[in-house]
């Protein structure tokens, strides 16, 4: 199975399965002298990791992550110095229960990519859906907290906007609330909603799908090229190869559908440094595959959990019809621990450009 990269200067390349001895990646193209520590990296990982409420799965993966090579000890304790050579990030795999997926190990289970897998390559993974299970992503935080180093002054933070029908209210958006409650919510009240409603939804062992908002401040104008090279193309294509996202959308995205030309355009006037400046942001901070200068932002829809208690209709390896009930431990909105992963895929996709821009252009 090939397309395991992405990234074009800033190449990630991760390896692993769901059940396997350990997963990882090799970041190449990072440059030299970047100083940072595996507890930087750990930081990033704590907050995708599973089992720390109620409302993810409950594998205990403590997630621990190993820089194996590209790097030299720094002078600090603890300081690691990138020598611009291949970056391998290692994590062991602690808690994998395959039992759990022994009643469909030749049932395809509706909404997972078992079926596509076995039309594809004939065989498959059914032990967590191998590398087609949300664990791999773990990799993905890791590599995106060292792209975060590439480029000085990048900020990169996300946080969940809606659940299900209930979205927050954007007039008590505050993203240090954001660490303050386990949905990464900005909305304190909306929260607590949130609390109730997932508290039902595992109760009936269902799953609800969920909206990621990811924002992108201090990149600087420039980044991106036409026609094919575009940075809100390439960020979208890394936020869709996210396990469960169905959507993405930069800026206003869909909502433009419903504006006027006069609404949408994002007027400018000359500000007071003598730099033009935009009096909104509708284009999410990309003109033409071009950043702005303007906060980038951008926003994924994530599917419901396909694995789920209720029974669902589907067939099996022999062609037979059979009924799907997945057992095991499992997200009942897989949205939330999509946070941290959706802010590694756009700050990945930032390190790229602006190793691609400084190549072209020499800045």
């Not at 773990?138 to 002054?153: D, F, S």
């Not at 409603?197 to 269902?206: E, M, Q």
């Not at 433009?256 to 935009?278: K, V």
């Not at 799907?324 to 990945?348: L, Q």
Request: with cysteine.
């Amino acid at each position: 199975m090939s397309h395991n990269s992405f990234g074009h200067l800033f190449r990630v390349t991760t390896w692993g399965e769901s059940h396997g001895a350990a997963i990882g990646c090799v970041v190449d193209g990072t440059p030299p002298g970047l100083r940072f520590s595996e507890a930087q990296i750990q930081r990033y990982l704590d907050e995708r990791r599973p089992g720390q409420s109620r409302y993810t799965t409950q594998r205990q993966e403590p997630d621990q992550v190993r820089v194996l090579s590209g790097v030299m000890p720094g002078e600090a304790d603890g300081e690691l110095v990138s020598t611009g050579t291949p970056i391998a990030l290692h994590i062991d795999n602690v808690d994998q229960r395959s039992k759990d997926y022994s009643e469909i190990a030749r049932r395809y289970r509706p909404g997972h990519a078992d079926i596509t897998y076995d039309m594809k390559y004939g065989v498959r993974d059914y032990r967590g859906g191998g590398r087609s299970s949300a664990r791999e992503t773990a990799t993905r935080v890791a590599a995106g907290a060292i792209a975060r180093l590439v480029l000085p002054g990048l900020v990169v933070r996300g946080a969940l906007v809606q659940i299900g029908d209930v979205a927050i209210d954007r007039s008590r958006f505050d993203w240090d609330e954001t660490r303050r409650n386990p949905f990464f919510c900005p909305d304190a009240q909306t929260a607590e909603r949130w609390a109730d409603l997932l508290d039902g939804v595992r109760k009936r062992g269902s799953s609800i799908g969920a909206v990621v908002e990811v924002v992108a401040d201090g990149v600087p104008p420039g980044l991106g090229a036409p026609l094919y090279g575009k940075l809100d193309a390439d960020i979208a294509a890394g936020l869709m190869s996210i396990n469960a996202v169905k959507g993405v959308e930069i800026g206003d995205g869909f909502a433009s559908a419903t504006l006027s030309g006069e609404d949408n355009a994002d007027e400018i006037r000359m500000g007071d440094d003598g730099r033009p400046q935009f009096l909104s942001n509708h284009s999410g901070g990309i003109l033409g595959g071009i950043a702005t200068g303007q906060p980038i932002v951008a926003r994924f829809a994530v599917k419901p959990t396909s694995s789920i208690l209720t029974p669902r209709r589907s067939v099996d390896a022999d062609g037979q019809e059979v009924d799907v009930m997945t057992k095991g431990r499992h997200d009942p909105c897989v949205g939330i621990r999509a946070v941290p992963i959706g802010e590694a895929m756009v700050a990945c996709a930032i390190a790229d450009h602006y190793l691609r821009h400084r190549a072209q252009t020499g800045r």
